[in-house]
């Protein structure tokens, strides 16, 4: 099943509903890249991702960073830090509204 977006399919197969490649969960909106702070729910990770924001007072960045809860489909394989590409869905829960599409890089 093609997702419409440049990433490729993972080579394990699983039998997830909730998959976007071996499931019927379509995706749309948004993608974020972040890594894998937390992987201690079931089927759920939380990305973390960083970024500036400018503090117009002080002329100054500050670093801001906030945290996102995504199904992470059993096919890949997440740990705690690796890099991911998540896209918006539909809300899968009351917190779940992203899922896992790429492993981008690894803690290798």
């Given at each position: 099943?093609?997702l ?12 997830d ?33 960083e ?8 002329d ?5 960073r ?10 890949l394989?997440?740990?705690?830090g690796?890099?991911v590409?998540?896209?918006?869905t ?8 992203h ?9 290798d």
């Amino acid at each position: 099943m093609a997702l419409g977006l440049n990433v490729s399919e993972p080579e394990e197969t699983c039998s997830d509903q909730h998959c976007p490649f071996h499931g019927s969960l379509s995706v749309r909106g948004q993608t974020l890249e972040g890594m894998v702070a937390s992987t201690d729910m079931d089927k759920t990770v939380v990305v973390e991702r960083e970024y500036d924001v400018r503090v117009p007072k002080y002329d100054r960045y500050m670093k801001r960073r906030s945290r996102i809860p995504a199904h992470a489909p059993p096919c890949l394989g997440l740990e705690v830090g690796d890099t991911v590409r998540i896209a918006e869905t539909r809300p899968l829960s009351k917190t779940k509204s992203h899922v896992v599409i790429e492993r981008v890089g690894g803690d290798d």
